[in-house]
């Protein structure tokens, strides 16, 4: 696992991509990272986001529904899939 390069061709993917992510988590830099590799060099940005839920930690996105960004998903979803 620790020589597969997971982001290699992530500038390839040509679907629409959502990252959604908490900014508290400790792996928000994850969320960025993969969003900084699908658009470097890439032919296809105007279908992805990284969308950043301010003071957000891990799991307040699971049950916390004032905070999860159901407008922003739909707005997303109907842009890019319909």
Same mark, same amino acid.
């Given at each position: 696992?620790?020589?597969?390069?997971?982001?290699?061709? *992530?500038?390839?993917?040509? #679907?629409?991509?959502?990252?959604?992510?908490?900014?508290?988590?400790? #792996?928000?830099?994850?969320?960025?990272? *993969?969003?900084?590799?699908?658009?470097?060099? #890439? &032919?296809?940005?105007? &279908?992805?986001?990284?969308?950043?839920? +301010?003071?957000?930690?891990?799991?307040?996105?699971?049950?916390?529904?004032?905070?999860? +960004?159901?407008?922003?998903?739909?707005?997303?979803? &109907?842009?890019?899939?319909?």
């Amino acid at each position: 696992m620790m020589n597969t390069r997971l982001f290699t061709y *992530a500038n390839e993917i040509r #679907s629409a991509v959502l990252i959604i992510h908490e900014e508290k988590a400790h #792996s928000c830099y994850m969320g960025k990272d *993969a969003y900084d590799n699908m658009i470097k060099n #890439s &032919n296809y940005t105007k &279908n992805k986001e990284l969308l950043i839920i +301010p003071n957000a930690v891990h799991t307040d996105l699971y049950d916390k529904l004032d905070i999860i +960004p159901f407008d922003k998903i739909v707005e997303f979803l &109907n842009t890019n899939l319909v």
